[in-house]
Nanobody, 114 residues
Framework: QVQLVESGGGLVQPGGSLRLSCVAS????????MSWYRQAPGKERELVAG????????NYVDSVKGRFTISRDNAKNTVYLQMNSLKSEDTAVYYC???????WGQGTQVTVSS
């Protein structure tokens, strides 16, 4: 069965950190770019970060630059999103996306609140 499964979300205080993971099964992430998106209540889904198939190139939306880091471990078929200095406006459901396969994960909730 082909799927992407995110984990690592939760409730964190402002200024805290979380590390999201996205594990692929049923297909190989190697050779495809990967992205993290997020969707806050009442807002459209937005691209947060992307990484090339080799991991050599990354890009971020301006609002998370310097705070979030996307990375991948092709041997583990996994992509990560390290999120530091979290803010209340980072609260959203976070999704990973396999660009070349057009596959989405089910999402993981991140809530930043005191």
């Amino acid at each position: 069965q082909v799927q992407l499964v995110e984990s690592g979300g939760g409730l964190v205080q402002p200024g805290g950190s979380l590390r999201l993971s996205c594990v692929a099964s049923g297909f190989n992430l190697r050779g495809t770019g990967m992205s993290w998106y997020r969707q806050a209540p009442g807002k459209e889904r937005e691209l947060v970060a992307g990484i090339s198939s080799s991991g050599g190139s990354t890009n971020y939306v301006d609002s998370v630059k310097g705070r979030f880091t996307i990375s991948r471990d092709n041997a583990k078929n996994t992509v990560y999103l390290q999120m530091n200095s979290l803010k209340s406006e980072d609260t959203a459901v976070y999704y990973c996306y396999a660009v070349g396969w057009n596959y989405w994960g089910q999402g993981t909730q991140v809530t930043v609140s005191s």
